[in-house]
């Protein structure tokens, strides 16, 4: 009985050594993934620039199609002082940026806010 209860433990501290190895390496590989998703990101974005700059608006190739378009403009809050009280919150005063938004782009003119230009986006599909 004794050496089955052993087993047991020896099998226990096993899987323990196992799950303290894993941990380090989930650690490694969350921080490969992040690296990978950064390169990604970089590398859209050269892609994206270079057709913006040759005025490529589709590209095909064999296994994607990328094309650029342009994105939705983003809110820039020019004079918060200027923004009227219905696009602030009622807690610490904060603006509810995504109505002003909304309104921006329903044609509204609001003191103290625009809409960005918008940025170029590039589309990626996969076949």
Known sequence: MHEILSAIIRAAL???ALATGLEGRIGEMQARRDRLRDRGAKRRQIARDLMVELDLK???????????????????????????SIYWEPREPRLNRQELANDLKQGAEIAGVTLSNPEPVLSVRTK
Request: glycine share 4%.
């Open 14 to 16: 096993a899987d323990q």
């Open 58 to 84: 589709k590209l095909t190739a064999p296994d994607f199609t990328a094309s650029v378009r342009l994105g939705t403009p983003a809110l820039m809050v020019i004079d918060e002082a200027a923004v009227p």
